[in-house]
């Protein structure tokens, strides 16, 4: 079990150590529960590029800051999809794409990890549509645009239609008022 909680870096001399106090630049750290960093050291911590690969299989290949993600980078989720853009304090922070593995892909602004800002999600099923402004990981106003012409523009609540808003048809009817 002792063996379980050590920490080692190995230095491009492949010397090792079990502190990487004090050091500036590049060697691999193993961690305790499994996780391994190859990449830039400075003054010890995570600095500068590196890939970073976790004991669950997801995989970060980019930018660090004081040992958090930091910049430009790419976050490939074992089982979630993947993430390619702009973090901050090891948050999605800034413009991004994610892909989930059905193939979707949104396409936006993120804040403290979630959707926040302009953003467009499309389904690669059926290419129904999701533009707007979101906010806190949901969509707050936009338009959704449905495979067959179809598509309501106005407010949303949990990513739905709800508030002042119309939808139109593909024949010119528009239906205007307060959904929910």
Not at 12 to 37: L, M, P
Not at 41 to 55: A, K, L, Q, V, W
Request: aromatic share 16%; net charge negative.
């Amino acid at each position: 079990a002792e063996e379980e909680d050590e920490y080692t870096i190995i230095f491009e001399d492949g010397k090792e150590s079990k502190s990487s106090r004090d050091f500036t630049g590049r060697a691999t750290a193993k961690y305790g529960n499994g996780d391994i960093y190859e990449g830039q050291f400075t003054e010890g911590i995570r600095d500068g590029y590196g890939r970073y690969m976790y004991e669950n299989g997801d995989i970060y290949e980019g930018d660090f800051r004081e040992n958090l993600k930091h910049g430009m980078g790419k976050l490939i989720f074992k089982e979630k999809g993947t993430y390619h853009g702009y973090f901050e304090s090891g948050k999605r922070h800034g413009e991004g794409v994610f892909v989930y593995p059905n193939g979707d892909k949104y396409s936006g602004w993120w804040k403290d990890g979630l959707k926040h800002g302009k953003g467009s999600l499309i389904f690669k099923q059926n290419s129904m549509q999701i533009r707007g402004i979101w906010e806190n990981g949901n969509l707050d106003e936009g338009a959704w645009m449905l495979p067959n012409g179809v598509y309501y523009q106005g407010r949303f609540s949990n990513n739905k239609p709800n508030g002042e808003g119309y939808w139109m048809f593909p024949n010119g009817n528009t239906c205007r008022g307060t959904f929910v």
